[in-house]
């Protein structure tokens, strides 16, 4: 027979019992407007937000207090300080098997196909379900690289696009389900490079010449000064001979560097091996002397 629990335990349950109740009670108030005055003590909460007798509300990936707490950890287990879905959490599970054949609902192949069609309606339909299609990667049309779904909007631009084309859409898209889905993303994160040359999106959006992408990665965190596994920075994209930049090189060259410099000192900007006549377009006036810094 099961043993019965004994009067203390009795009472410790119908305390936590009774707690629980008040602050129900005392949440319903507080939205209303109505909170008794002698409910105010369930407002007490630590700096994560929560009473600490919670502790069973940790994140599991960092186990900071509550993770559900504040405009970072989320519900469906998106940790900032691992970067990624809790490994038990219905996202990464599915992040797991896209583009594999327990994707039986094809999810990745479509979403692939949508940011590549620049179909907003139905990538926001996509990622309104799956925020976990952010960190989703795809593989490059070579066959030989893969690389974010980050870096498959960036080379949707073109030099001359602005911010009512689609590509930029998409963008915006994709940074404002970051803001409330996936918040404190890193876009220069290791996940989100490329993986042969470990370059980041805001590379790609460089090499593409696009002001537009350029500024709206840059405006969410990307860095002018992030490297690829060459020491490449994006301003180093953009002068290869094959970039699209290569047709407004001189202006995008001259704004790209007055935003750098905005950030930075420009004379952080190390020319890296491999940044020669043979590979690249290198102007030969000032302002703009990048190929004359030492290596």
Same mark, same amino acid.
């Given at each position: 027979?099961?043993?019965?629990?004994?009067?203390?335990?009795?009472?410790?349950?119908?305390?936590?019992?009774?707690?629980?109740?008040?602050?129900?009670?005392?949440?319903?108030?507080?939205?209303?407007?109505?909170?008794?005055?002698?409910?105010?003590?369930?407002?007490?909460?630590?700096?994560?937000?929560?009473?600490?007798?919670?502790?069973?509300?940790?994140?599991t990936e960092c186990d900071s207090p509550n993770r559900h707490?504040?405009?970072?950890?989320?519900?469906?287990?998106?940790?900032?300080?691992?970067?990624?879905?809790?490994?038990?959490?219905?996202p990464a599970k599915r992040l797991r098997n896209y583009f594999k054949a327990a994707d039986t609902d094809k999810i990745g192949e479509q979403f692939c196909a949508a940011v590549r069609e620049c179909n907003i309606d139905r990538c926001a339909e996509l990622l309104k379900g799956r925020p976990e299609l952010l960190l989703v990667r795809f593989e490059g049309r070579s066959g030989k690289y893969?690389?974010?779904?980050?870096?498959?909007?960036?080379?949707?631009?073109?030099?001359?696009?602005? =911010?009512? +084309? @689609? %590509?930029?859409? !998409? *963008?915006?898209? $994709? /940074?404002?389900?970051?803001?409330?889905?996936?918040?404190?993303?890193?876009?220069?994160?290791?996940?989100?490079?490329?993986?042969?040359?470990?370059?980041?999106?805001?590379?790609?959006a460089a090499y593409r010449g696009s002001q537009v992408a350029v500024t709206l990665l840059s405006t969410a965190g990307a860095d002018f000064f992030s490297k690829t596994r060459s020491?490449?920075?994006?301003?180093?994209?953009?002068?290869? =001979?094959? +970039? @699209? %930049?290569?047709? !407004? *090189?001189?202006? $995008? /060259?001259?704004?790209?560097e007055g935003e750098m410099q905005k950030r930075k000192d420009f004379s952080l900007a190390i020319r890296p091996d491999g940044f020669n006549e043979t590979n690249c377009n290198l102007p030969n006036r000032p302002p703009w002397t990048l190929h004359a810094l030492p290596t």
């Amino acid at each position: 027979s099961a043993t019965r629990p004994t009067g203390e335990q009795r009472a410790i349950n119908l305390g936590q019992l009774v707690l629980q109740r008040c602050m129900h009670s005392a949440k319903q108030q507080r939205r209303s407007g109505t909170q008794r005055p002698e409910l105010a003590f369930l407002n007490l909460s630590n700096a994560d937000g929560v009473l600490d007798c919670e502790a069973k509300h940790r994140c599991t990936e960092c186990d900071s207090p509550n993770r559900h707490a504040g405009i970072v950890h989320t519900r469906e287990g998106w940790c900032p300080t691992t970067q990624q879905f809790a490994a038990r959490s219905q996202p990464a599970k599915r992040l797991r098997n896209y583009f594999k054949a327990a994707d039986t609902d094809k999810i990745g192949e479509q979403f692939c196909a949508a940011v590549r069609e620049c179909n907003i309606d139905r990538c926001a339909e996509l990622l309104k379900g799956r925020p976990e299609l952010l960190l989703v990667r795809f593989e490059g049309r070579s066959g030989k690289y893969s690389w974010s779904s980050w870096h498959e909007v960036a080379n949707l631009f073109s030099p001359g696009d602005g =911010k009512e +084309a @689609p %590509a930029a859409k !998409i *963008l915006e898209l $994709f /940074l404002k389900f970051r803001e409330g889905r996936t918040p404190g993303l890193d876009l220069n994160h290791e996940q989100l490079r490329k993986s042969d040359s470990r370059s980041s999106p805001l590379h790609q959006a460089a090499y593409r010449g696009s002001q537009v992408a350029v500024t709206l990665l840059s405006t969410a965190g990307a860095d002018f000064f992030s490297k690829t596994r060459s020491q490449w920075l994006p301003i180093h994209s953009a002068c290869l =001979k094959h +970039a @699209p %930049a290569h047709s !407004i *090189l001189d202006s $995008f /060259l001259l704004w790209l560097e007055g935003e750098m410099q905005k950030r930075k000192d420009f004379s952080l900007a190390i020319r890296p091996d491999g940044f020669n006549e043979t590979n690249c377009n290198l102007p030969n006036r000032p302002p703009w002397t990048l190929h004359a810094l030492p290596t």
